[in-house]
């Protein structure tokens, strides 16, 4: 069986990589090599993709951790995390801890202060004038604004935070990533402990004055992994998104016309845009058991690729083809299954905000280089745009 090394070759930011079309239609499981040489199976089928999410035969912890594959040297998720002989009980006691924070009634009411964000940042990028970086001006601020808001982080603490989390998310420097994290949750012990004094209408608090809530480790690893989760995915997916409706100017005006599109278009948004060709969720296999038409062993390492899967002909038609007006799709850009984003309310508000209030706002809005020029992160577990020049 031919062996590929991750990541895939991209050679053009609009499109998936051309290896990982080329493996999807040779079938849904393929072995790779990850970006630290250890040996993997990579699922980019649909239909297996979604089966897996949901099968307890995987797992994030491994029996053995210290020598078991990896995909990166990110601390957060470059391997197992999670005790192997109590995941599946930590984790559902996890989700109960903060599902609450994250209701339809609390995300309803937390509409208006994101849209009131989203046009405070606005109105800076029109006093500034054109040309503008859309990433820096906008995609970045807005996520770590709302998150530090929603979970009771102090603003002023945001370059911080936002240092460590990048450091956090490194795939390539394990002692650099491993720094961060151990920052990361220092601060977050600290916010906690903070908290307990001086309690406000933030999740902090609140899970802070729940009695099932053990101890500050246990809080502060909840809020800093909701710290570093809540806004680095939703940053990346502000920039792509607007990278893929400036592209191709006729999706810009047809959200124009027609605002009443736009929750589609985020699930497109969603959808499309999530290749990094690095691979996926990480996974272990905690028994033999049968992919496709392989074996895959306990122990070793599966890479559900959602990205990939969000692009399977036999379930979306003409796959590649970014189009606000296709409508809600089934797509897995927030997971599926048992460990399905909590987030995913407040990430699709957030998107929903930005792009009801940015096209009206800015109707003439276009890249300012050719999409050929623009670069994204290959360091980082999320790879987003460095930079999205505009201009109007």
């Not at 970045?140 to 956090?168: H, M, N």
């Not at 049968?290 to 990939?308: F, H, W």
């Amino acid at each position: 069986m031919r062996v590929n090394n991750l990541p895939f070759a991209r050679t053009d930011l609009l499109r998936p990589a051309p290896l990982l079309k080329e493996l999807q239609a040779e079938g849904p499981v393929h072995r790779v090599r990850t970006q630290v040489g250890h040996d993997a199976w990579l699922v980019t089928g649909y239909e297996e993709v979604r089966a897996l999410l949901s099968d307890d035969r995987l797992g994030r912890s491994h029996p053995d951790p210290e020598n078991a594959a990896r995909t990166g040297n990110s601390a957060l998720a470059g391997g197992p995390t999670g005790e192997y002989d109590t995941e599946d009980v930590d984790h559902t006691r996890m989700r109960s801890l903060l599902q609450p924070h994250f209701s339809p009634k609390r995300m309803r009411a937390f509409r208006p202060r994101v849209e009131e964000l989203t046009t405070v940042l606005l109105d800076d990028l029109e006093d500034q004038g054109p040309p503008a970086d859309l990433h820096q001006a906008l995609a970045l601020p807005l996520p770590i604004l709302v998150i530090c808001e929603l979970l009771g982080v102090p603003y002023e603490d945001r370059k911080q935070f936002r240092a460590w989390s990048e450091a956090v998310g490194n795939t390539r420097d394990q002692e650099r990533s491993m720094a961060g994290l151990t920052e990361l949750y220092l601060y977050g012990k600290s916010l906690v402990e903070r908290k307990r004094r001086e309690p406000g209408d933030d999740v902090i608090s609140r899970m802070a004055a729940m009695p099932e809530a053990q101890d500050d480790d246990e809080i502060a690893r909840m809020a800093m992994n909701l710290l570093f989760a809540g806004h680095e995915t939703t940053v990346v997916q502000i920039g792509l998104g607007a990278m893929f409706l400036l592209a191709g100017r006729g999706q810009w005006e047809a959200l124009l016309a027609d605002p009443g599109l736009i929750p589609g278009a985020v699930e497109e948004i969603m959808r499309v845009p999530g290749l990094s060709g690095s691979g996926g969720i990480t996974r272990y296999a905690r028994e033999d058991m049968e992919i496709g038409d392989v074996t895959v062993r306990a122990g070793e390492l599966v890479m559900l690729d959602t990205g990939s899967a969000n692009h399977d002909a036999k379930e979306f038609a003409d796959p590649d083809r970014f189009d606000v007006t296709r409508g809600p799709t089934p797509h897995m850009g927030f997971g599926h299954g048992p460990r399905y984003c909590i987030g995913a309310p407040l990430a699709r508000m957030e998107l929903q905000s930005v792009f009801t209030q940015l096209i009206p706002r800015f109707p003439e809005m276009r890249l300012a280089v050719p999409v050929e020029e623009l670069r994204v992160r290959t360091d980082a577990l999320t790879a987003g745009l460095l930079a999205l020049p505009v201009a109007w």
